[in-house]
């Protein structure tokens, strides 16, 4: 069998059996089109080896205009390849074992908001936002006025738990337990978690939200949790869009994106001395190593409000 068949065969693999999502199996086949391109289409798997990708790997490295954190989801997802085909025993031997190959990144803290970015944020009520429109008579509401309504409400769920965009727009209603205050969650690898909101008032204005999209669009709409202007199930694009405008309405500084208060969320359980154990679960990380990242923002702030506090001012003006 050449390369570029058992490439597909192996996408299929993860597409049937692993149950991968649309938006990894685009990715696999993208970075396998590149290691392709290196190593030619018609070579034969007999003669894979260690060098094919340690060749592709020093010829993405010297490349300037790719990252190396693009770099090394290549040679993940080239190490998944080889794993299924020697379990497939489609080669002979593991090339993995064999190769030396390491590839360093800068070390990079995730982008979260402060805590007064947050306020400005969730500053305005997503009661205040439909102001005295009747949930009857909802289609009073403009475009507009619809897409903040949902910005405000994607926002607040967010940044509560810590879903991915991609998790939140799967929601469904039958996915959240109003008595339990937890939403079931399908993450990666279609691993099942339930997140939890600390109070009432989220599902509360959840179940208000529903109301004015029953008024508005009719009670044959969709069943996920979040709506577009139209009654459609909100995609991520949609939410990524709606909560750029909205942080920039609020006037924060920065570029809000869903991923940022995904990273929000956790700094803020941490500082506030929850257990990163629980943090992972939260997260829907697969491994510990993935939520420790956090902890250096959660150190960060400490240092800033340790500088801030200026204890040896305090100490040293009473000699």
Known sequence: MDLLNSCEFFLQHCETEKKLSILTIRAYRNDLNCFVK?????????????????????LWLSDPDLKATTVKRRIACLKS???????????TFNPLERLHLQIRL?????????TDEIKKLLVIKPENIVG????????ALTRLEWDKFTARLAIEVLTLTGVRVSELVKIKLLDIDQALQQIRILGKGNRERLVSFPDTVTTARLNIYRDYAYSR??????????LNGLGRPANEQYIRRIVRTFAKDAQLDR??????LRHTAATQLLEAGVDIRYVQKVLGHGSITTTEIYTHVADHALRTEISRANIRKRLEIYR
């Open 38 to 58: 290196v190593t030619g289409e018609n070579a034969e798997l007999k003669n894979f080896s260690e060098t094919w990708i340690e060749d592709a790997a020093q």
């Open 255 to 260: 570029r809000v994106t869903p991923h940022m």
């Open 106 to 114: 800068p070390k990079r803290l995730p982008r979260n908001l402060q």
């Open 81 to 91: 390849y080889v794993r299924w085909l020697f379990r497939r025993k489609l080669i």
């Open 217 to 226: 669009f009719g009670f044959e709409i969709a069943k996920s949790l979040f």
């Open 132 to 139: 005295k429109t009747n949930k009857k008579n909802s289609s």
